[in-house]
Each structure stands twice: as structure tokens, then as C-alpha cells.
């Protein structure tokens, strides 16, 4: 499987952008890249995905490299509540069933 | 709509017993997926399913047993629980939009 690489840890202040980095040098050209986030003593959520072009949604933007190795996961305005694990994985669709690798992810801490 | 649910939340159990914990999702997934997450690790795949009556290995299998006998369930059995199964375990479910959807998490203590 593909794997991904992530920092263990960032900082941001509340109310400010955050951008969390991924590296996946080798990406398929199937494989979706997903991003999902935990919060302290639940289960994982779904935060994003894409395969090429860059996406948005409520929670996030989701910025791939034209060359596909590497994508930034964007919080526009980070609060309290963003403070959480956030994990890059790469999904390769429908032969792989949908089971995702899960790395040690992006330990977020925001600060009031 | 309740999304996906486990049972039961937390439990304590000594070596050699023996549990079935289950997982349920009312949104008529055909994914179901049995994950364990030790501390300051990321989540490790034990087994899933894709779909009523099937089931596969996932990562890390040995020790466990599932069965998918409905589609809204899927259970994860210990037959002889052992200390280094003790972790919190996650349930997750997908449909056709490639989201996974997560329970809220069993936590299990081995002694």
C-alpha cells in the first residue's frame, strides 16, 4: 500500500489559518486521498477527499499537487474545536474495498 | 438516524475469556470494517465485510473472529481474550460515497 507522511505535530491560534502537509510520493494514479480527523475520545470523521483537483467543502479545502505527491489539508479559520489527530490516507477505490491505512496522523493543538 | 453504534461501551474482561462486541449502522452500508486503535497509534484494520454473510481479514485478524449474519451488523469475537488485546476498538461502515463513518468506540481492558 501507499503510504503517506505527515508532521506529528502543529500549533495554531484560534481564528487563523492552518495548513497540514502531506507527503505521498508514491501515489497511484487511482488513489484517492482522503483525510479524516479525531477528536479526543471519539472515533475518526470524515474531513475530505479528492483525487486531482483541489476541493472544498463546510469544513475544509483540500489543495493536491499537480504532480499528485503531496496535498495540504486547509482550515480556513481553526477554533477550539479543530483541536484534534488528523490523518492523510490513501484509498485506492473499488479494489481495495474501502479499507483505509491509518499513519500515526497530525497532532493539531489550537490555542485560544 | 443514528449512524453507526457499538455495544457495549467499555469492558473488563480477565485472559482466556471470551466477548462479542457489536456493531450496528442504520444507513444500509454494505461496508462494514472492525478497526483497534492502541494508545498514540493510528487504527489498525482487524477485519471487515462487504457485504451480508461475507467477511475477510484485515492487518491484524489473528485472535478475533466476525460474522456478518444481517446487513446492518457486525459482530467482532474474542474466543480467548489475551492481555495485548486490550485497545479501543472502532467500528466504521461505508456506502457509496466512499466515506467511512465511525462508532463511537468500545474500550476493552484484558487482565
Given at each position: 500500500?501507499?503510504?503517506t ?9 484560534e ?8 507527503n505521498?510520493?508514491?501515489?497511484s ?14 472515533g475518526p470523521?470524515y474531513v475530505i ?7 472544498n467543502n ?8 499537480e504532480?499528485?505527491?503531496?496535498s495540504t489539508?486547509i ?5 477550539l474545536?479543530d483541536?484534534?489527530v488528523?490523518?492523510?490516507?490513501l484509498d485506492a477505490?473499488g479494489?481495495s474495498?474501502g479499507?483505509?491505512?491509518?499513519g500515526q496522523?497530525t ?6 | 438516524?443514528?449512524g453507526v ?5 467499555f469492558?473488563v474482561l480477565k ?11 442504520d ?5 462494514m470494517?472492525w478497526?483497534r ?13 462487504v ?9 491484524v485478524?489473528?485472535?478475533y473472529?466476525?460474522s456478518?449474519?444481517k446487513?446492518q451488523?457486525f459482530?467482532?469475537?474474542?474466543e480467548?481474550?489475551?492481555p ?5 476498538y ?7 460515497s466512499d466515506t467511512?463513518?465511525?462508532?463511537p ?7
Amino acid at each position: 500500500d501507499a503510504k503517506t507522511t505527515q508532521p506529528n505535530s502543529m500549533e495554531s491560534n484560534e481564528e487563523e489559518p492552518v495548513h497540514l502537509p502531506c507527503n505521498h510520493s508514491t501515489i497511484s494514479g487511482t488513489d484517492y486521498i482522503h483525510w479524516y480527523r479525531q477528536l479526543p475520545s471519539q472515533g475518526p470523521e470524515y474531513v475530505i477527499h479528492g483525487l486531482t483537483s483541489n476541493v472544498n467543502n463546510r469544513m475544509a479545502s483540500l489543495a493536491i499537487a499537480e504532480d499528485r505527491k503531496s496535498s495540504t489539508l486547509i482550515l480556513h479559520r481553526a477554533t477550539l474545536r479543530d483541536a484534534a489527530v488528523y490523518y492523510c490516507i490513501l484509498d485506492a477505490g473499488g479494489t481495495s474495498y474501502g479499507k483505509l491505512t491509518f499513519g500515526q496522523g497530525t497532532i493539531l493543538t489550537v490555542h485560544p | 438516524n443514528a449512524g453507526v453504534t457499538q455495544t457495549p461501551k467499555f469492558r473488563v474482561l480477565k485472559t482466556g475469556q471470551s466477548m462479542t462486541l457489536l456493531c450496528a449502522q442504520d444507513m444500509n452500508h454494505e461496508y462494514m470494517y472492525w478497526y483497534r486503535q492502541d494508545p498514540g497509534m493510528g487504527l489498525r484494520l482487524i477485519h471487515y465485510s462487504v457485504g451480508e454473510g461475507t467477511t475477510a481479514k484485515g492487518e491484524v485478524p489473528d485472535g478475533y473472529n466476525v460474522s456478518r449474519l444481517k446487513k446492518q451488523n457486525f459482530l467482532l469475537g474474542l474466543e480467548s481474550a489475551a492481555p495485548s488485546q486490550t485497545s479501543v476498538y472502532f467500528c466504521a461502515s461505508r456506502g457509496r460515497s466512499d466515506t467511512q463513518y465511525f462508532g463511537p468506540g468500545t474500550r476493552l481492558t484484558v487482565l
